[in-house]
T-cell receptor
């Protein structure tokens, strides 16, 4: 069946570095992908909508210069957390849109020291 | 503003019992109501979903009850098992927004053996 993968699954970095997270749709094409952020024991918060070949649409309060999104192909969207700080530590989840409904990736745990 | 309200926040059920989680929404334009199951450190996985043209949908031990006039829907887990212990999220979407989902706040379910 259709699967969405994320890489890496877990990353630990020092404050000030940039981290790239990949979201791939396997066996299907996704013109639209969503990026979510989830804090411990909380719900998923939509950060941005990633559209293939165009600029991402960011939710209110999400810094687009901080969270760079690139949807370069129909199967890949990337989220880059630039100059990461400890408050950016979170669980980042993507979902890929398809006709039968979205499929969520397994998530990426980011820890910024 | 929370588009979808979910309760309870946490739930403890004995093995074999019935787990019931409730959600309410305001936007009558929503036309797809899925439930997701999430285990720690994993992305959400679709459990069961319903559209507003039916009042109930059952898949195995999982049942969604939908009350369109009250703008409420609920998840019932029959014969709850310890393996059902997870966080459950209800969600709502409008298909014309390209599968952008609005999630409830989540319910942490613990099934005691």
């Amino acid at each position: 069946g259709a699967v969405v993968s994320q890489h890496p699954s877990r990353v630990i970095c020092k404050s000030g570095t940039s981290v790239k997270i990949e979201c791939r749709s396997l066996d299907f094409q996704a013109t639209t992908m969503f990026w979510y952020r989830q804090f411990p024991k909380q719900s998923l918060m939509l950060m941005a909508t990633s559209n293939e070949g165009s600029k991402a649409t960011y939710e209110q309060g999400v810094e687009k210069d901080k969270f760079l999104i690139n949807h370069a192909s129909l199967t890949l969207s990337t989220l880059t957390v630039t100059s990461a700080h400890p408050e950016d530590s979170s669980f980042y989840i993507c979902s890929a849109v398809r006709v039968a409904g979205p499929i969520f990736g397994p998530g990426t745990r980011l820890t910024v020291l | 503003q929370q588009q979808v309200k979910q309760s309870p926040q946490s739930l403890i059920v004995q093995k074999g019992g019935i787990s019931i989680i409730n959600c309410a929404y305001e936007n009558t334009a929503f036309d797809y109501f899925p439930w997701y199951q999430q285990f720690p450190g994993k992305g959400p996985a679709l459990l069961i979903a319903i559209r507003p043209d039916v009042s109930e949908k059952k898949e195995g031990r999982f049942t969604i009850s939908f009350n369109k006039s009250a703008k409420q829907f609920s998840l019932h887990i029959m014969d709850s098992q310890p393996g059902d212990s997870a966080t459950y999220f209800c969600a709502a979407s409008m298909y014309d927004t390209g599968n952008q989902f609005y999630f409830g706040t989540g319910t942490s379910l613990t099934v005691i053996p």
